[in-house]
T-cell receptor, first 113, second 112 residues
């Protein structure tokens, strides 16, 4: 699949579990983003990585831990989440020089029980 | 920082009618305004965008208008079809290669 691929598409986890979300982009981009999409709320930017370096962390709780091993892969490690963290988590990528033109993955629907 | 308000949150129209979604932004320096369409269970996809040096842009049945003085921009969909049913997001960004700030989204339902 070309573009931005996210796995898994759906995830159910308990509050004590540890899981990871994966994002991979095949567009040759060098900036990657994590967004949280909750019902009736704007897309919330969580993290931004440029050339594997984290450049933004929008006051995200430490129970969310991002990792960017290279420009094509982005992970979001989850531990001790809360039910209110249930949401659609979207990954996006862009060229660093054009951060306003982003391509999104299909998202991971996360449910925290 | 930038704040984007989007209205309405839900919109139902009859097939063939027009739909209009409006957004306002707070930062007068914003210069790029994209619109994304997200169908149920699918990724947000860019459908049209406009830059601050243009007042209107059209692509087939979709058009976007920008009023810089009033700091608002709108999405217009004419001759709506059931496949237009989706959530539409507006966004804005300022110069300096900043990330997008999104509106809350509008759920459009086109009734056949």
């Amino acid at each position: 699949e070309t573009g931005v691929t996210q796995t898994p598409r759906h995830l159910v986890m308990g509050m004590t579990n540890k899981k990871s979300l994966k994002c991979e982009q095949h567009l040759g981009h060098n900036a990657m983003y994590w967004y949280k999409q909750s019902a009736k709320k704007p897309l919330e930017l969580m993290f931004v990585y440029n050339f594997k370096e984290q450049t933004e962390n929008n006051s995200v709780p430490s129970r969310f831990s991002p990792e960017c091993p290279n420009s094509s892969h982005l992970f979001l490690h989850l531990h001790t989440l809360q039910p209110e963290d249930s949401a659609l988590y979207l990954c996006a990528s862009s060229q660093e020089s054009q951060r306003n033109i982003q391509y999104f993955g299909a998202g991971t629907r996360l449910s925290v029980l | 920082g930038e704040n984007v308000e989007q209205h309405p949150s839900t919109l139902s129209v009859q097939e063939g009618d027009s739909a209009v979604i409006k957004c306002t932004y707070s930062d007068s320096a914003s210069n790029y305004f994209p619109w994304y369409k997200q169908e149920l269970g699918k990724r947000p996809q860019l459908i049209i965008d406009i830059r601050s040096n243009v007042g209107e842009k059209k692509d087939q049945r979709i058009a976007v208008t920008l009023n810089k003085t009033a700091k608002h921009f709108s999405l217009h969909i004419t001759e709506t079809q059931p496949e237009d049913s989706a959530v539409y997001f507006c966004a804005a960004s300022t110069p300096g290669n900043t990330p997008l700030v999104f509106g809350k989204g509008t759920r459009l339902s086109v009734i056949a």
